[in-house]
């Protein structure tokens, strides 16, 4: 058993940096965290995210699972066999010798591998970031919505030794699929607080460079346009905000944004909605950050956060515009109301509710007094999820299931 010494960790991830994505950052942030704590550190993913890991010059190692063939359906598709993937993992342990493994996704990442786990005797842990436990059946969200995937994961969960919970809501999901609340434990994820927190922004030259206008309230919303962050109702909220004649901008940055600035400029409202592709990270990668920091600088440059999200395992982006002191407007999907106390540190509105959320954004616009009020509510939530206190929680977890074992 090793107590205090440094540990041989396995971050188990399907999909993993360069590609840039909920899952792939927290486990980004972790791995760096603990290896700066000491500890040796392993990606290990699949064969063609390895490929472009290898390209970049990442400062921690990765190795590859076995390569798969093509298949271009999301969460109905071929997920791989527990036999093949545990005997290459098992060959791997051979060589490397992992103290603890982190599975991040119970399914299909923890499904697979597990039998290896168990046979090697090697103690693991698994986190949901969504997809293996959330559905939205409107967006055609989630491995559950397809019977043979929901049917394996409600019979793995409950015989799960460990499995942790990065919200209230992930929580609750986990239970509702049968699994022991005593191999729960609740961690939540983090934001590299003092580096946004900390970060000088000069606001004008920030909106000069994104062609913002310098009196006008900025609305920003940021992620993957997919569905489930619904982006597809900006237009129509920007509808409603423009009736009432106030001066506003609202910009949608991140993947496939494009189409919603489409959407606006077909109904008239190319002048209020804008769209901007992913900003930042284009730095080495021993250097990047998530996000980087002149996405900070975007969260510094605006003056609310509206996420009118569907579904969230736990919102990074959220943690992010907290540290940057920027007023939330949200909704009470799973994932977001865990962390937003609703008047408190943000504003949430019920999912779906566009008018909700457009006299939520009013009463801000008319209230500036209270914007500030929730901003610095907000910089207090974020202080208390810095990665560097959640990597050692994990740790610390780490230990506690090797000192059982033992």
């Known amino acids: 058993m090793k107590k205090n010494g440094p540990l041989r960790i396995a971050h188990v991830s399907f999909i993993a940096p360069p590609r840039v994505g909920g899952m792939q950052i927290v486990v980004d942030h972790l791995i760096r965290e603990q290896q700066a704590l000491g500890h040796d550190m392993t990606l290990v993913t699949r064969w063609r995210q390895w490929l472009a890991f290898r390209k970049e010059n990442y400062p921690y190692r990765a190795l590859p699972l076995l390569p798969r063939l093509p298949d271009k359906r999301k969460y109905d598709g071929d997920i791989g066999f527990p036999l093949v993937e545990s005997t290459v993992f098992s060959?791997?342990?051979?060589?490397?010798?992992?103290?603890?493994?982190?599975v991040h996704e119970i399914y299909p990442a923890g499904w697979l591998l597990a039998p290896a786990l168990r046979l090697l005797g090697i103690?693991?842990?698994?986190?949901?970031?969504?997809?293996?436990?959330?559905?939205?059946?409107?967006?055609?969200?989630?491995?559950?919505?397809?019977?043979?995937?929901?049917?394996?994961?409600?019979?793995?969960?409950?015989?799960?030794?460990?499995?942790?919970?990065?919200s209230p809501s992930v929580r609750e999901g986990l239970l509702a699929l049968g699994a022991d609340p005593a191999r729960i434990v609740s961690v939540p994820n983090g934001v590299d607080f003092e580096r946004i927190h900390g970060r000088l922004?000069?606001?004008?030259?920030?909106?000069?460079?994104?062609?913002?206008?310098?009196?006008?309230?900025?609305?920003?919303?940021?992620?993957?346009?997919?569905?489930?962050?619904?982006?597809?109702?900006?237009?129509?909220?920007?509808?409603?905000?423009?009736?009432?004649?106030?001066?506003?901008?609202?910009?949608?940055?991140?993947?496939?944004?494009?189409?919603?600035?489409?959407?606006?400029?077909?109904?008239?409202?190319?002048?209020?909605?804008?769209?901007?592709?992913?900003?930042?990270?284009?730095?080495?990668?021993?250097?990047?950050?998530?996000?980087?920091?002149?996405?900070?600088?975007?969260?510094?440059?605006?003056?609310?956060?509206?996420?009118p999200t569907l579904s969230e395992a736990a919102g990074l982006v959220i943690y992010e515009a907290m540290a940057a002191g920027l007023p939330?407007?949200?909704?009470?999907?799973?994932?977001?109301?865990?962390?937003?106390?609703?008047?408190?540190?943000?504003?949430?509105?019920?999912?779906?509710?566009?008018?909700?959320?457009?006299?939520?954004?009013?009463?801000?616009?008319?209230?500036?007094?209270?914007?500030?009020t929730l901003a610095a509510a907000e910089i207090e939530t974020a202080r208390k999820h810095a990665w560097s206190a959640i990597a050692a929680q994990y740790v610390d977890l780490y230990r506690d299931m090797l000192a059982k074992r033992d």
Request: aromatic share 8%.
């Open 123 to 166: 103690p693991f842990a698994m986190t949901s970031h969504g997809p293996d436990i959330n559905t939205v059946p409107e967006i055609n969200y989630g491995y559950r919505l397809y019977e043979k995937h929901d049917r394996r994961i409600r019979d793995f969960v409950p015989r799960a030794p460990c499995l942790t919970a990065i």
């Open 328 to 372: 939330i407007i949200s909704t009470l999907a799973t994932g977001v109301g865990d962390l937003i106390v609703d008047g408190v540190d943000g504003i949430l509105c019920p999912i779906g509710d566009r008018g909700a959320m457009v006299q939520a954004i009013e009463s801000l616009m008319d209230d500036p007094g209270r914007a500030r």
């Open 91 to 102: 060959l791997m342990y051979l060589f490397n010798r992992f103290d603890f493994v982190h």
């Open 201 to 307: 922004t000069d606001r004008r030259a920030v909106r000069d460079r994104l062609g913002w206008p310098q009196d006008t309230t900025v609305l920003a919303s940021i992620g993957r346009h997919d569905g489930r962050k619904g982006f597809q109702f900006i237009p129509e909220m920007a509808a409603a905000l423009a009736k009432s004649g106030r001066k506003f901008l609202w910009a949608v940055i991140g993947p496939e944004t494009g189409a919603i600035e489409d959407m606006a400029r077909t109904a008239g409202l190319g002048d209020v909605v804008v769209s901007h592709p992913p900003i930042g990270g284009t730095g080495a990668p021993r250097d990047r950050r998530f996000p980087p920091d002149e996405l900070v600088d975007v969260y510094k440059a605006a003056d609310m956060m509206v996420f």
